[in-house]
């Protein structure tokens, strides 16, 4: 089955710590991409990445930092930098070539208190 | 600086009926258009597309009209059925790169 995993899919912070949340994908796309949504604001691009070894900064990548080591994964660390990271974050990939639709994981909820 | 926006927040329609969801756009440098359907806590997932070429794509029960000049789309589900209740949010590509702009989403209720 292919698809896009993220993991967790509840994840509890403490203020000042840093949290990794994973995303995982067997579709062989080479572009990845990490969103945030949050209540009446739609989905915010954090971070893109277009290949391996390669990333750009999205919208709102203040507070967040990311790695591209593999073609399949596309970990994200909300840092105790992020002033609002409490949110629903989304995973996503697309060949970048043969199609522009973009497919979504699961999603992870961070609550931080 | 919001590029793309739905304006309305929330849709309510009856078993059956059409429900037209709306979106505005603003940067004419836009040259392709998707539509994901969402349910609560879970990824969107994708519905259908439209390049800038064309003015009508159809699939299904699903229809995207795109009217360039007033940098406006909409998708047009036919008959509604209860199944339809989520969020709606169109998105925009400009071309050279793979990077969407997403509206804020359109919440559809479909009742019985």
């Known amino acids: 089955d292919g698809g896009i995993t993220q993991s967790p899919k509840y994840l509890f912070r403490k203020e000042g710590q840093n949290v990794t949340l994973s995303c995982e994908q067997n579709l062989n796309h080479d572009a990845m991409y990490w969103y945030r949504q949050d209540p009446g604001q739609g989905l915010r691009l954090i971070y893109y990445s277009q290949i391996v070894n390669d990333f750009q900064k999205g919208d709102i990548a203040e507070g967040y930092s990311v790695s591209r080591e593999k073609k399949e994964s596309f970990p994200l660390t909300v840092t105790s930098a992020q002033k609002n990271p409490t949110a629903f974050y989304l995973c996503?990939?697309?060949?970048?070539?043969?199609?522009?639709?973009?497919?979504f994981g699961p999603g992870t909820r961070l609550t931080v208190t | 600086d919001q590029q793309v926006k739905q304006n309305s927040p929330s849709l309510s329609v009856q078993e059956g009926r059409i429900s037209i969801l709306n979106c505005d756009y603003t940067n004419s440098m836009f040259d392709y258009f998707l539509w994901y359907k969402k349910y609560p806590a879970e990824g969107p997932t994708f519905l259908i597309s439209i390049s800038s070429i064309k003015d009508k794509n159809e699939d299904g029960r699903f229809t995207v009209f795109l009217n360039k000049s007033a940098k406006h789309l909409s998708l047009h589900i036919v008959p509604s059925q209860p199944g339809d209740s989520a969020v709606y949010f169109c998105a925009a590509k400009t071309g050279g790169g793979n990077k969407l702009t997403f509206g804020t989403g359109t919440q559809l209720k479909v009742e019985l």
């Open positions: 996503a990939s697309s060949s970048g070539t043969v199609s522009y639709e973009q497919y």
